[in-house]
């Protein structure tokens, strides 16, 4: 079914499109007029002033003119747009009160409507002149921060601050006029109404844009004053936490940009929901930010505490501490996500009381259906409390042979030798070799022929070793060499010397080399296997 609209609304609309349009091609001419004319004025009023190149110079404020001619005919526009919407929208016909505040203000006294249009006229051209003003004093104060050694390294920041800037200005100084022309000859206050409307949306957004570039060169600048002092007390600490620039700025973008939406629909309707909702957001916001940083500057203060002055220390005791870092920076960064939800969770109005109560209940609903997880984490307090290995202890779980990395509270890393970082589920640490206690043997096998004095081999070889033994400080005894077993190429030796924990292949390298050196200075080579391939159908001799 199709349904008609009523010859009010219809008259309404249509009264109100034709004196909005005939208002906005009136805007529009009037531009297009004074942006043409400013060009022929601008060349007389130069010519008569005799400055030099003043076409050229006419050119360039004929442009610059224009561009401010188009700027404060957009913002009519636009302000006549919405203004007309929101009538058409709320049936309010603009003819009639158009026409009655036309008789009452502007054609009952002609030369107080010619007073109001050369006021009109003294305002425009009072804001072209602050906005010169500003324009100068921005580019002066900008200049100076270049010149300032804090500043050097953020030209780009700056130009793009600069830029931000003297847009808020001209759009700020445009709509002030604005508001101050309507002030002498108050329209209906539904025209003013949304010309305040307007006006708060668009001093909003360009601020938080502004307050935005200013934000982000404050943390570079901050952080780069930090990192040049890295010797003081305190501000070392500051730069340690240059890895929260990147979330600084975008906790500042969301803080801004949130705060202007918040403050226009403050005033836009004050006290209402929308309002409410993004101080809320506010709140949130710098609730997860705080918890961040905090998460940032415990671990720090924990790495602080137990890894400082390691000269101090053993070496098994900073092991033991580089174990335990990562155990209390996980713990503590849980204790501050579950505070932080909660605070979270507060602030949106929910009843935390029934979630904290009901924890317990939970923790063992999560235990009965999380196995596994909770095998692990118990697995791993265990690893943990009965120092099986350590951070940086050479180990094997399973097939995995590598170097402890981190001992987590749920998973093991460990790098093997090619480099690869195995992640092992603690409750799947069943059987564990460690080659980082006390000592472990570095072994090297070798063969001599029959033919040769194998105990006279072995004891130059013993010495030898015994000469070369200053040279490898792992060694924490004379090598050992034992007849291993006696086969069809020759005798098996195998050489025994007892190493530091984790350097048994660095050893077994040394050793090979000292024993193929003395071995041939000694005229013994090695029994070698010597195989015969025979063509087919050959017989052999």
Same mark, same amino acid.
């Given at each position: 079914?199709?349904?008609?609209?009523?010859?009010?609304?219809?008259?309404?609309?249509?009264?109100?499109?034709?004196?909005?349009?005939?208002?906005?091609?009136?805007?529009?001419?009037?531009?297009?007029?004074?942006?043409?004319?400013?060009?022929?004025?601008?060349?007389?009023?130069?010519?008569?002033?005799?400055?030099?190149?003043?076409?050229?110079?006419?050119?360039?404020?004929?442009?610059?003119?224009?561009?401010?001619?188009?700027?404060?005919?957009?913002?009519?526009?636009?302000?006549?747009?919405?203004?007309?919407?929101?009538?058409?929208?709320?049936?309010?016909?603009?003819?009639?009160?158009?026409?009655?505040?036309?008789?009452?203000?502007?054609?009952?006294?002609?030369?107080?409507?010619?007073?109001?249009?050369?006021?009109?006229?003294?305002?425009?051209?009072?804001?072209?002149?602050?906005?010169?003003?500003?324009?100068?004093?921005?580019?002066?104060?900008?200049?100076?921060?270049?010149?300032?050694?804090?500043?050097?390294?953020?030209?780009?920041?700056?130009?793009?601050?600069?830029?931000?800037?003297?847009?808020?200005?001209?759009?700020?100084?445009?709509?002030?006029?604005?508001?101050?022309?309507?002030?002498?000859?108050?329209?209906?206050?539904?025209?003013?109404?949304?010309?305040?409307?307007?006006?708060?949306?668009?001093?909003?957004?360009?601020?938080?844009?502004?307050?935005?570039?200013?934000?982000?060169?404050?943390?570079?600048?901050?952080?780069?004053?930090?990192?040049?002092?890295?010797?003081?007390?305190?501000?070392?600490?500051?730069?340690?936490?240059?890895?929260?620039?990147?979330?600084?700025?975008?906790?500042?973008?969301?803080?801004?940009?949130?705060?202007?939406?918040?403050?226009?629909?403050?005033?836009?309707?004050?006290?209402?929901?929308?309002?409410?909702?993004?101080?809320?957001?506010?709140?949130?916001?710098?609730? &997860?930010?705080? %918890?961040? @940083?905090?998460?940032? $500057?415990? =671990?720090?203060? !924990? *790495?602080? /505490?137990?890894?400082? #002055?390691?000269?101090?220390?053993?070496?098994?005791?900073?092991?033991?501490?580089?174990?335990?870092?990562?155990?209390?920076?996980?713990?503590?960064?849980?204790?501050?996500?579950?505070?932080?939800?909660?605070?979270?969770?507060?602030?949106?109005?929910?009843?935390?009381?029934?979630?904290?109560?009901?924890?317990?209940?939970?923790?063992?609903?999560?235990?009965?259906?999380?196995?596994?997880?909770?095998?692990?984490?118990?697995?791993?307090?265990?690893?943990?409390?009965?120092?099986?290995?350590?951070?940086?202890?050479? &180990?094997?779980? %399973?097939? @995995?042979?590598?170097? $402890?990395? =981190?001992?987590? !509270? *749920?998973? /093991?890393?460990?790098? #093997?030798?090619?480099?690869?970082?195995?992640?092992?589920?603690?409750?799947?640490?069943?059987?564990?070799?460690?080659?980082?206690?006390?000592?472990?043997?570095?072994?090297?096998?070798?063969?001599?022929?029959?033919?040769?004095?194998?105990?006279?081999?072995?004891?130059?070889?013993?010495?030898?070793?015994?000469?070369?033994?200053?040279?490898?400080?792992?060694?924490?005894?004379?090598?050992?060499?034992?007849?291993?077993?006696?086969?069809?190429?020759?005798?098996?030796?195998?050489?025994?010397?007892?190493?530091?924990?984790?350097?048994?292949?660095?050893?077994?390298?040394?050793?090979?080399?000292?024993?193929?050196?003395? /071995?041939?200075?000694?005229?013994?080579?090695?029994?070698?296997?010597?195989?015969?391939?025979?063509?087919?159908?050959?017989?052999?001799?």
């Amino acid at each position: 079914m199709i349904k008609t609209v009523a010859p009010m609304t219809a008259a309404t609309l249509l009264n109100n499109a034709l004196i909005f349009g005939a208002a906005l091609f009136l805007v529009i001419a009037t531009a297009l007029i004074v942006s043409r004319q400013s060009g022929r004025l601008l060349r007389v009023a130069l010519r008569l002033v005799r400055a030099p190149d003043h076409e050229a110079l006419a050119a360039t404020l004929a442009s610059r003119a224009s561009r401010a001619i188009v700027v404060v005919a957009t913002v009519v526009g636009i302000a006549l747009i919405c203004a007309g919407v929101s009538l058409t929208m709320y049936e309010i016909d603009c003819a009639p009160r158009l026409w009655a505040w036309a008789e009452a203000s502007l054609l009952r006294d002609p030369m107080a409507t010619l007073r109001l249009a050369l006021s009109v006229l003294g305002v425009a051209l009072g804001a072209v002149v602050v906005h010169r003003f500003v324009r100068v004093v921005a580019h002066y104060l900008i200049a100076g921060l270049r010149r300032n050694a804090a500043f050097a390294h953020h030209d780009a920041q700056l130009a793009t601050l600069l830029e931000r800037l003297l847009l808020t200005l001209r759009w700020g100084i445009a709509l002030g006029a604005a508001g101050l022309c309507v002030a002498l000859a108050p329209p209906p206050e539904i025209v003013v109404r949304a010309l305040e409307t307007v006006t708060i949306i668009a001093l909003g957004v360009l601020i938080a844009r502004t307050m935005i570039v200013i934000a982000h060169l404050a943390v570079d600048v901050v952080f780069q004053f930090a990192r040049g002092r890295e010797g003081h007390r305190t501000l070392r600490y500051v730069g340690r936490l240059e890895h929260l620039a990147g979330i600084t700025k975008r906790t500042l973008d969301y803080f801004f940009f949130v705060g202007a939406a918040t403050w226009i629909f403050d005033q836009i309707n004050p006290g209402g929901r929308m309002s409410e909702l993004g101080l809320i957001g506010i709140r949130i916001i710098a609730l &997860v930010y705080a %918890g961040r @940083v905090l998460i940032e $500057v415990f =671990e720090l203060f !924990v *790495r602080e /505490l137990l890894l400082a #002055d390691p000269d101090k220390r053993s070496e098994a005791e900073n092991q033991q501490r580089l174990t335990l870092v990562p155990v209390a920076s996980s713990i503590l960064r849980y204790a501050i996500y579950f505070c932080m939800t909660v605070m979270a969770l507060q602030e949106l109005g929910v009843d935390t009381s029934p979630i904290l109560a009901g924890a317990g209940l939970l923790g063992l609903a999560v235990g009965l259906g999380a196995q596994a997880f909770v095998g692990d984490v118990v697995s791993g307090f265990f690893i943990l409390f009965e120092g099986l290995f350590l951070v940086g202890d050479r &180990v094997r779980v %399973g097939d @995995v042979v590598g170097n $402890v990395e =981190e001992i987590g !509270v *749920r998973v /093991l890393k460990i790098r #093997d030798e090619a480099g690869v970082l195995h992640c092992i589920p603690n409750g799947e640490v069943r059987s564990i070799a460690n080659h980082a206690r006390l000592y472990v043997n570095a072994l090297v096998e070798f063969r001599l022929p029959y033919a040769a004095d194998v105990a006279g081999v072995l004891a130059g070889l013993k010495a030898h070793l015994a000469a070369f033994r200053p040279r490898c400080p792992d060694l924490l005894e004379d090598p050992e060499f034992v007849v291993q077993d006696l086969q069809d190429t020759g005798v098996l030796i195998r050489c025994v010397a007892r190493v530091k924990p984790g350097r048994d292949d660095a050893t077994c390298e040394l050793l090979r080399a000292g024993l193929l050196t003395a /071995l041939v200075a000694a005229g013994v080579a090695p029994q070698a296997c010597h195989v015969v391939v025979l063509p087919n159908g050959a017989a052999p001799r």
